[in-house]
């Protein structure tokens, strides 16, 4: 019990820490510590791949994102926090007021990433972290699998580059990417303790949305990807530029969660 108590304040007296009275001091160490291992994965990233390209993948994955989670809690404290001020969202406090328009003008969804709620996550979740986390770590090797696909079905030659990119990224966006934006939001609310039906809501409420944002999104960055980058780059470069990315559906994946716990209870709503 006194281990508890006391680790409770440790995380409460983290937790109230700002930079600047702006950013949370806990999510920017977290921040940073996972750029240090991330530069560390960069320098060695060859040596590395060549002993073992899966795992290599599989920590390369995991690392960016944790990046990825770790800058949309982030956004979510800084927004949730102008917001709990007196007054709320002050004209100088520019950051929040630029995430507040980002979330308005969200032409992908009518919901709020970032809902006004007290039922968001804590100040920083860790569980929330270890999760996407594992979820890049467990998907890599499916993804580096296909990509290898790709590379041996639509070779890139000298003669002919333009064709085969432009194939990889049709098969890309319209075999993988539904099939991983439905694995995401299922492994994901599985993971958060849902169940079938818990499941089937958040693929209703959040699947089209999110399948439309991908199309607007990855088609241009899977040409460039294909047509230029080495195979071993591949899963990398994507995951770097899918960093933001992964905190869209971060905060999309929150902001459903939130909408579930906020929804007020009644004997007669069921899901279908």
Known sequence: MTWELTRRRFVR??????????????????????????????????????ERPVLTMMVTNAVLGGIADTVAQTITSVRERALRKPGGISKDDTVAIEIHELDRKNPWTDRELIPESKDLPPPFDFERLTRFMAYGFGMAPIQYKWFSFLSRAFPITKTSAFGPAMKRVAFDQLIFAPFGIGCFFTVMTIAEGGGRRAVAHKLRDMYIPTLKANFMVWPAVQIINFRLMP?????????????????????????EEVEVKSAPYSPNIRLQ
Do not use: C
């Open 13 to 50: 007296a983290v937790n109230s820490k700002f930079i600047f009275d702006r950013i949370p001091l806990l999510h920017a160490v977290i921040f940073f510590i996972e750029m240090a291992i991330m530069a560390r994965l960069v320098s060695r990233f060859n040596a590395y791949y060549d």
């Open 231 to 255: 195979v071993q780059f591949q899963l990398p470069f994507v995951s770097t530029v899918g960093i933001a990315w992964t905190a869209y559906l971060s905060l999309t994946n929150a902001a």
